[in-house]
């Protein structure tokens, strides 16, 4: 079916920091300050003047680079002069590199990235080790979070649609046309005997495709066989922290508009993220989660935080339904457990993190003990249950609720 031609995609966990030893009991003044300013990324230090806290942009002449959906904040007063334009120049070309090396649909003569293993079917190609541990972690959890590109770009053409009437054309639940192509795209696309990836050791992948397969996709103008979609950002956050820290800042939070992020900090400095629940409270953090870094953490939305700028991979219909990017690998219908869903680990990388909650996140029936029973592996999550947000490992993180 024809499909609209992909756009940048977007992608953010509120972050406030707060001195060291400060206790959760003050965050719950936060909630009045996060009410004013709930921007990705907004950082805000209780005590102290904060003013050595600020936004690190990537460079505005490169090109290429993922910066529009990442807000990066340091803290310039543990670096010297020369140390801030270290690591602004490695914050841009981390971006640059991690632009290219995760874009399912583009060739960059300066890597060998995800598109060209679509393009290069039966080839073995070596990759940079950042995308082979990505394929990896995704093929021993669920290879089909990536071979569902075709499906996936159903879901970018309905996203990018901006009227009712041109969104019904490629949603899959108003659509009988849609709803066919998705159907007989998930014949391929989620058949080993049709698509698979080969690890074959030292970085080097091979893509198998049936014949089959790759005549479906020359019908239909399929543009890529893998495609890491919404959680592509995730193992972006996860490429550009590593290269960041590997500079040695410490003193920063990395945030993605989808909800990804890292903190690096590795002192007792103690910092929130703000919780939401947009179908009771819109826009407004309903909580507030107190936490020690390092700390890597993946947010799952069933509706945008539209206020907030984001809403990228997500289609408002008029008559107030949503369709999100959380795409079941078994029905190719946009499927949500609950509304909201924040899962944090110092262990896991946000990729790992991504493809763990996946699984019951994306799902018809919400499991609560599943998730709960990730505690075990240093993974806590934030939820709604019973009215209320709930902190599933008490001993990880502090919970505040905004006081009656």
């Known amino acids: 079916m024809p499909l609209k031609d992909r ?62 959906d990442f807000r990066l904040m340091v803290d310039l007063d543990a670096l010297t002069t020369a140390g801030r334009k270290e690591i602004s120049l490695a914050y841009t070309q981390a971006s640059q590199e991690a632009f290219a090396l995760f874009h399912p649909t583009r060739h960059f003569d300066s890597t060998v990235n995800l598109y060209d293993l679509s393009a290069h ?35 970018q053409s309905l996203a990018l649609s901006t009227v009712d009437r041109e969104a019904e054309d490629f949603s899959p639940r108003r659509s009988p046309e849609a709803a066919a192509y998705v159907q007989e795209a998930l014949t391929y696309c989620t058949d080993p005997a049709h698509i698979s990836l080969e690890l074959l050791g030292e970085n080097q992948v091979c893509l198998h495709v049936s014949e089959a397969y790759a005549a479906f996709a020359r019908e239909n103008d399929v543009p890529c066989y893998l495609d890491f979609y919404w959680m592509k950002n995730a193992f972006i956050t996860d490429y550009l922290a590593d290269a960041l820290a590997a500079k040695g800042l410490t003193r920063a939070v990395l945030t993605s508009k989808e909800g990804y992020g890292a903190c690096l900090d590795t002192t007792d400095a103690v910092y929130s993220l703000n919780v939401f629940h947009p179908e009771l409270a819109g826009n407004s953090p309903v909580a507030v989660v107190g936490y020690t870094g390092p700390l890597r953490m993946v947010t799952f939305r069933s509706t945008p935080l539209v206020d907030l700028g984001y809403q990228d991979l997500y289609y408002l219909w008029e008559d107030g339904e949503i369709d999100s990017p959380y795409v079941s690998p078994a029905t190719g219908l946009d499927t949500c457990a609950l509304s909201e869903l924040l899962s944090c680990s110092r262990e896991k990388s946000c990729g790992e993190l991504a493809l763990t909650l996946a699984p019951f996140y994306v799902a018809e029936t919400w499991s609560p003990a599943s998730v709960d029973a990730l505690t075990r592996d240093g993974v806590w999550s934030v939820y709604w249950q019973d009215g209320a947000p709930r902190l599933n490992d008490p001993t990880a993180a502090e919970l505040a609720l905004p006081e009656e």
Do not use: N
């Not at 060291?20 to 102290?48: D, E, K, N, S």
């Not at 079917?121 to 979070?145: I, K, N, S």
């Open 121 to 155: 079917p039966g080839e073995a190609l070596t990759v940079p080790p950042a995308l082979y541990r990505a394929l990896e972690l995704t093929v021993a959890a669920d290879p089909r979070w990536i071979t569902l590109a075709p499906v996936y770009q159903v879901y």
């Open 7 to 68: 756009s940048p995609s977007s992608g953010s966990i509120d972050v406030q920091v707060k001195r060291p030893g400060l206790r959760i009991a003050a965050i719950v003044a936060l909630i009045a300050i996060a009410l004013a300013a709930i921007g990705y990324g907004v950082m805000t230090l209780l005590q102290g003047d904060g003013s050595g806290w600020m936004e690190m942009t990537v460079d505005a002449a490169a090109k290429d680079t993922c910066g529009e």
